[in-house]
């Protein structure tokens, strides 16, 4: 069994800033790739931004020069820090990660979210 905490989410004003957390834990020989998407009200599910196991990075268009996606192996923990906040940027945030557990199986787990508000 694998899971995927996240936390840090909370209410802020525009302009400010926010580090979210996912910890993974259970039976875990590595983690991948590690994902952080967002569903706003009303919207699609989409990728915010991704890392992969030697640092490699993507993020949307929408986020990118405000958003920083980064991991410690060590801790089994990847963070998202959050700069420049818009209103726009309100959703709940979802940790996706794909793991090699300690018995050589591919699992790809979910967090249950935590969620972001920018508002004044």
């Known amino acids: 069994q694998v899971q995927l905490v996240e936390t840090g989410g909370d209410l802020v004003q525009p302009g400010g800033s926010l580090r979210l957390s996912c910890a993974a834990s259970g039976s875990i020989f590595s983690i991948d790739v590690v994902g952080w998407y967002r569903q706003a009200p009303g919207k699609e599910r989409e990728l915010v931004a991704a890392?992969?196991?030697?640092?490699?990075?993507n993020y949307a268009d929408s986020v990118k020069g405000r958003f920083t996606i980064s991991r410690d192996n060590a801790k089994n923990t990847v963070y998202l820090q959050m700069n420049s906040l818009k209103p726009e940027d309100t959703a709940v945030y979802i940790c996706n990660a794909q793991v090699t557990t300690t018995g050589l199986r591919y699992r790809e787990v979910w967090g249950q979210g935590t969620l972001v508000t920018v508002s004044s």
């Open positions: 890392i992969i196991t030697g640092g490699g990075t």
